[in-house]
């Protein structure tokens, strides 16, 4: 068992790096979407999925701009069995886009202008998500995480992933509106 947590944490930690990886290419092309930016991403097929089966593609590919806090695919393996496909299914369509939606704000906030804005107010900082909900930033151990309502707790892994209409940044956890 323990050999088996080791395994997945290396695993974890090459991912990451292929994040950063992924990010540096997508950040010389600015003319690509939050969306875009996400499906070239091997690490976010399934919010990839879930923004196609929100109906929520056309939305985020439009002017915006954007601030996208996108969970790569180990994030959503980390919610309790069964939670991605029941979010799937096109009945939950409104569940899904208010989970979704709970990880955009309106506006485009690069990782220096977050961390800043965390600093002017004291340490913690609430954010307006799109889905109407509060996310909040604050800075521990020298990186950025987000708490959201109901006490999860996400931890932003790769930043400043540019696109025409926003910026993406990217966390370890899906962030749960109330």
């Known amino acids: 068992m323990q050999e088996h947590k080791q395994i997945e944490m290396k695993l974890k930690s090459i991912a990451l790096s292929l994040i950063a990886l992924i990010g540096l290419s997508f950040a010389s092309n600015a003319q690509t979407t939050v969306v875009d930016?996400?499906?070239?991403?091997?690490?976010?097929?399934?919010?990839?999925?879930?923004?196609?089966?929100?109906?929520?593609?056309?939305?985020?590919?439009?002017?915006?701009?954007?601030?996208?806090?996108?969970?790569?695919?180990?994030?959503?393996?980390?919610?309790?069995?069964?939670?991605?496909?029941?979010?799937?299914?096109?009945?939950?369509?409104?569940?899904?886009?208010?989970?979704?939606?709970?990880?955009?704000?309106?506006?485009?906030?690069?990782?220096?202008?977050?961390?800043?804005?965390?600093a002017d107010a004291k340490g913690s900082l609430a954010l307006k998500t799109v889905s109407g909900g509060t996310i909040t930033a604050s800075v521990k151990n020298g990186k950025v995480v987000l708490t959201d309502e109901k006490g999860g707790v996400a931890t932003v892994v790769a930043t400043d992933l540019k696109a025409g209409n926003g910026i993406v940044h990217v966390i370890d956890t899906v962030v749960l509106p109330k």
Do not use: C, M, R, W
């Open 37 to 118: 930016v996400a499906v070239g991403s091997p690490d976010h097929t399934t919010l990839v999925a879930a923004v196609k089966a929100a109906g929520l593609v056309g939305t985020l590919q439009s002017a915006g701009p954007f601030t996208v806090f996108a969970p790569v695919n180990a994030a959503f393996a980390k919610l309790p069995a069964g939670t991605v496909d029941y979010l799937l299914k096109p009945e939950n369509k409104a569940t899904l886009t208010k989970v979704l939606t709970y990880h955009v704000i309106a506006g485009t906030f690069d990782a220096a202008t977050v961390v800043k804005a965390i």
